[in-house]
């Protein structure tokens, strides 16, 4: 159940902040600043502040939520809606290992 509820939940959040609310206030922007712009600050935060296991450390994880960021960016972008980002972030926290490593149910096998 928790799993479902953080899938749920969190692309809500983040994505009215990260794309809605901080794309929205760079809109004056050079669009390829904006987008980089919150794409960067996306990923340092999941680096940084995110919720800390085992699969998300290093590397791996500032590269692919920096690609998500842009994905996500450019996506509100070019639609002006939060709703197709919402549906995929939420695919991407259900169908991936996202929220088991959340959860820390992730357990190393080596």
């Keep these: 159940m928790p799993w479902i509820l953080i899938a749920l939940i ?4 983040e994505e009215f ?4 609310l901080l794309t929205d206030h760079t809109k004056k922007w050079n669009g390829l600043f ?5 794409s960067i600050l ?3 935060n999941h680096l940084v502040f995110g919720i800390h296991s085992e699969l998300f450390r290093g590397y791996e994880v500032l590269l ?3 690609v ?5 960016a450019i996506t509100y972008k070019k639609t002006n809606s939060l709703r197709w980002v919402i549906l995929s972030h939420f695919l991407v926290d259900f169908l991936n290992l996202s929220v088991p490593s959340f959860l ?7």
Excluded at 10 to 13: A, E, H, L, T
Excluded at 34 to 38: G, K, P, Q, R
């Design 17 to 20: 902040y990260w794309r809605g």
């Design 64 to 66: 692919s939520t920096f």
């Design 104 to 110: 820390d149910l992730y357990k190393a096998t080596f």
């Design 68 to 72: 998500m960021g842009m994905v996500w």
């Design 34 to 38: 904006s987008i980089l712009f919150s």
């Design 42 to 44: 996306f990923s340092l």
């Design 10 to 13: 969190n692309p809500w959040m």
